[in-house]
Protein backbone atom coordinates (compact mmCIF):
# COMPACT_ATOMS: atom_id res chain seq x y z
CA UNK A 1 0.00 0.00 0.00
CA UNK A 2 1.21 3.48 -0.74
CA UNK A 3 0.33 7.31 -0.48
CA UNK A 4 -1.03 9.55 -2.90
CA UNK A 5 -2.32 12.41 -3.70
CA UNK A 6 -6.32 13.24 -4.04
CA UNK A 7 -7.45 16.05 -5.98
CA UNK A 8 -11.54 16.12 -5.17
CA UNK A 9 -14.34 18.60 -6.86
CA UNK A 10 -17.17 18.85 -4.89
CA UNK A 11 -20.86 19.94 -5.73
CA UNK A 12 -24.13 18.82 -4.04
CA UNK A 13 -24.78 15.50 -5.57
CA UNK A 14 -21.35 14.64 -6.66
CA UNK A 15 -17.69 13.86 -5.70
CA UNK A 16 -15.24 14.04 -9.05
CA UNK A 17 -12.27 12.43 -8.37
CA UNK A 18 -8.40 12.26 -8.94
CA UNK A 19 -6.09 10.05 -8.02
CA UNK A 20 -2.32 10.92 -8.94
CA UNK A 21 -0.43 7.62 -7.88
CA UNK A 22 2.18 5.52 -8.75
CA UNK A 23 2.95 8.09 -11.86
CA UNK A 24 -0.65 7.90 -13.12
CA UNK A 25 -3.93 9.63 -12.39
CA UNK A 26 -6.98 7.78 -12.07
CA UNK A 27 -10.57 9.55 -11.96
CA UNK A 28 -13.79 8.64 -10.57
CA UNK A 29 -16.96 10.19 -9.63
CA UNK A 30 -19.17 8.72 -6.80
CA UNK A 31 -22.30 10.12 -5.33
CA UNK A 32 -21.56 12.97 -2.18
CA UNK A 33 -22.86 10.99 0.31
CA UNK A 34 -22.22 8.31 3.06
CA UNK A 35 -22.52 5.49 1.06
CA UNK A 36 -20.29 7.64 -1.91
CA UNK A 37 -17.67 8.37 0.99
CA UNK A 38 -17.83 4.49 1.68
CA UNK A 39 -17.00 3.72 -2.13
CA UNK A 40 -14.32 5.87 -1.98
CA UNK A 41 -12.83 3.74 0.88
CA UNK A 42 -13.44 0.69 -1.64
CA UNK A 43 -11.66 2.34 -4.38
CA UNK A 44 -8.92 3.51 -2.75
CA UNK A 45 -8.08 0.38 -1.39
CA UNK A 46 -8.37 -1.07 -5.07
CA UNK A 47 -5.67 1.15 -6.24
CA UNK A 48 -4.10 0.07 -3.35
CA UNK A 49 -3.77 2.95 -1.50
CA UNK A 50 -4.08 3.22 2.20
CA UNK A 51 -3.50 6.36 2.96
CA UNK A 52 -4.57 9.84 0.64
CA UNK A 53 -3.36 13.67 1.28
CA UNK A 54 -6.94 14.77 0.11
CA UNK A 55 -7.22 18.15 -1.61
CA UNK A 56 -10.70 20.57 -2.09
CA UNK A 57 -12.00 23.71 -2.47
CA UNK A 58 -13.58 25.58 0.71
CA UNK A 59 -17.20 24.94 -1.20
CA UNK A 60 -19.11 25.55 2.09
CA UNK A 61 -20.67 23.04 3.22
CA UNK A 62 -21.18 20.84 0.73
CA UNK A 63 -17.35 19.68 1.34
CA UNK A 64 -17.38 19.31 5.33
CA UNK A 65 -18.65 15.83 6.15
CA UNK A 66 -16.72 14.56 3.48
CA UNK A 67 -13.37 16.17 5.03
CA UNK A 68 -14.93 15.29 8.61
CA UNK A 69 -15.00 11.86 6.93
CA UNK A 70 -11.35 11.43 5.28
CA UNK A 71 -9.76 12.90 8.60
CA UNK A 72 -11.47 10.34 10.98
CA UNK A 73 -10.46 7.92 8.74
CA UNK A 74 -6.36 8.89 8.84
CA UNK A 75 -6.67 10.60 6.11
CA UNK A 76 -4.65 14.05 5.50
CA UNK A 77 -7.09 16.95 4.75
CA UNK A 78 -6.39 19.98 2.58
CA UNK A 79 -9.21 22.88 2.28
CA UNK A 80 -8.04 25.28 0.36
CA UNK A 81 -9.50 28.61 -0.78
CA UNK A 82 -10.64 28.82 -4.07
CA UNK A 83 -9.61 32.61 -4.53
CA UNK A 84 -5.68 31.04 -4.01
CA UNK A 85 -6.92 28.48 -6.65
CA UNK A 86 -7.93 30.77 -9.37
CA UNK A 87 -4.83 32.94 -8.49
CA UNK A 88 -2.70 30.21 -8.63
CA UNK A 89 -4.28 29.02 -12.20
CA UNK A 90 -4.17 32.79 -13.33
CA UNK A 91 -0.34 33.11 -12.51
CA UNK A 92 0.27 30.20 -14.51
CA UNK A 93 -1.24 31.12 -17.78
CA UNK A 94 0.25 35.10 -17.73
CA UNK A 95 3.33 35.84 -19.76
CA UNK A 96 5.45 37.03 -17.11
Not at 3 to 27: F, M, P, R, V
Request: glycine letters at 8%; charged letters at 25%; a positive charge.
Amino acid sequence: MIEAILGIDISKKDLSLALLSKGTCKKNKLPNTQEGFEELTQWLYKQGVNKIKACMEATGSYGEKLADYLYAEGHGVHIINPACIKAFAKSKLSRH
